[in-house]
């Protein structure tokens, strides 16, 4: 069983910077395809953000590309966001997800297995 166990968020202003931090108990981690999405308060949980297994490969939502980006360190177990520019729309309960079967080219929250508590973003205009 992975746990996942996000730190990083926080309060920010607009145009400013934040990095998440993902890190994982499984020491397996490095064959895990890991994910970030985003829950704001009365909406659905939402893709942000991918990582294939070795690191060479990504994927981001539209609304993020060019703004974001994610990493990993599999040495260290842990999988990075950094959020550059943002927006009062980034505001949002922010999730670390892991799966060892699925594809990061998917941005359906059903294809992972494991999930963090959550980080709070928020982002003042």
């Known amino acids: 069983q992975v746990q996942l166990v996000e730190s990083g968020g926080g309060l920010v202003q607009a145009g400013g910077s934040l990095r998440l931090s993902c890190a994982a108990s499984d020491r397996t981690f490095s064959r895990y395809t890991m994910g970030w999405f985003r829950q704001a308060p009365g909406k659905e949980r939402y893709f942000v953000a991918a990582?294939?297994?070795?690191?060479?490969?990504?994927r981001y939502a539209d609304s993020v590309k060019g703004r974001f980006i994610i990493s990993r360190d599999n040495a260290k177990s842990t999988v990075y966001l950094q959020m550059n520019s943002l927006k009062p729309e980034d505001t949002a309960v922010y999730y670390c997800?892991?799966?060892?079967?699925?594809?990061?080219?998917?941005?359906?929250?059903?294809?992972?297995?494991?999930w963090g508590q959550g980080t709070q973003v928020t982002v003042s205009s």
């Open positions: 997800a892991g799966t060892l079967y699925g594809d990061y080219r998917s941005t359906r929250k059903e294809e992972y297995n494991y």
């Open positions: 990582i294939e297994w070795s690191g060479g490969s990504t």
